[in-house]
């Protein structure tokens, strides 16, 4: 089942908190409020072609880092087949699906 992907932006820095976290990892600030994202920029992938031991991807996969706003990145499975070629600064989708993060393009 699919399920947005939740996380915490700091309101004194504005920076986001993913996974969430009881405060802010750049300025210490509690002060927070939940929200959600769904698409942000591949910054950088990765193909893999062999996968650790019970992974519940039989491989190759593809790994992404996308970058949410404000430098937040995150890393992700790529939702498509493993012999696309995603394009870097691309935009994404993100969310969870099984409780894995994924993007598509
Ligand atoms: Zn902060």
């Known amino acids: 089942m699919d399920k947005p992907v939740a996380c915490l932006e700091c309101l004194q820095c504005r920076r986001l908190s993913l996974p969430p976290a009881a405060f802010c990892r750049n300025c210490g600030s509690e ?33 992404g880092v996308v970058q949410i706003r404000q430098g937040t990145l995150m890393s992700a499975l790529y939702e498509g087949v493993p012999w696309d070629r995603p394009v870097m600064g691309s935009d994404v989708r993100l969310k969870y699906k099984d409780d894995i993060l994924y993007f598509s393009i």
């Open 31 to 63: 002060d927070l409020r939940q929200l959600t994202v769904d698409q942000g920029i591949l910054y950088s992938y990765t193909r893999i072609h062999v996968p650790p031991e019970g992974w519940p991807t039989t491989g190759p996969y593809i790994v």
